[in-house]
């Protein structure tokens, strides 16, 4: 089993809708919660970081952590066409080691 | 501010022969690390350093990798000899050193590398 799974889609939705991408986790020991986009060609880019159980929001996009259940998730609302990326989700371990997830390849269609 | 630098872009080389990708990363980050994203999948870590020293390499193959960080600032990470299942995009990432700040990475725009 994989310490983090994430379902790498591909995930193809209309402009507006809303997106929920999702991750779990087996490892109790993971600290801190990130979600990262990646353009093509490019290097991922920190969008998300949380640490506790609950709500995070910033603009459009809403990262949720469920630490009893070893589940988070990343909501995009009225989602764009430049939000079309691969979204890879992150924890970090204790001395800072980051666990990426596969990534969720997301396309936004106009 | 200016952000992570790699280079090359891109390499195309045979099996066993070599290749050495360079990074240079934010100002004032004392973490670097080197991951490798292979098509599909997420970043692997491979090895991280604090300052000059290595943190953590337990990922790293360390009978064909090698990798160092003279004067705590630039990084090279060499394949001596090269596989076909090397074949990934060779990631270099920096954070600053302290507190919660540490997990937050900054990443380079990768080196591809093919292998052939």
């Known amino acids: 089993q994989k310490e983090v799974e994430q379902d790498p889609g591909p995930l193809s939705v209309p402009e507006g809708a809303i997106v929920s991408l999702n991750c779990t986790y087996s490892?109790?020991?993971?600290?801190?919660f990130m979600w990262y986009r990646q353009y093509s060609r490019k290097g991922p880019e920190l969008l998300m970081y949380?640490?506790?159980?609950g709500n995070k929001e910033d603009g459009r996009f809403t990262a949720q952590v469920d630490k009893s259940s070893k589940y988070i998730s990343l909501f995009i609302r009225d989602s764009q066409p430049s939000d079309s990326a691969t979204y890879l989700c992150?924890?970090?371990?204790?001395?800072?080691?980051?666990?990426f997830g596969q990534g969720t390849e997301l396309s936004v269609k106009p | 501010e200016a952000g992570v630098a790699q280079s090359p872009r891109y390499k195309i080389i045979e099996k066993r022969q070599s290749v050495a990708f360079w990074c240079n990363p934010i100002?004032?980050?004392?973490?670097l690390y080197w991951y490798q994203q292979i098509l599909g999948q997420g970043p692997k870590l491979l090895i991280q350093?604090?300052?000059?020293?290595?943190?953590?390499d337990s990922q790293l193959p360390k009978d064909r990798f090698s990798a160092e960080r003279l004067k705590g600032v630039d990084s090279t990470l060499k394949i001596q000899p090269a596989k076909l299942e090397d074949s990934a995009v060779y990631l270099c990432?920096?954070?600053?050193?302290?507190?919660?700040?540490?997990?937050?990475?900054?990443f380079g725009s990768g080196t591809q590398l093919s292998v052939l």
């Open positions: 990432a920096s954070s600053l050193i302290t507190g919660t700040e540490r997990e937050k990475l900054f």
């Open positions: 490892n109790s020991a993971f600290q801190y």
């Open positions: 949380t640490y506790s159980s």
């Open positions: 992150a924890m970090s371990l204790p001395g800072g080691k980051l666990i």
């Open positions: 100002s004032g980050h004392a973490t």
């Open positions: 350093f604090q300052n000059n020293g290595v943190v953590d």
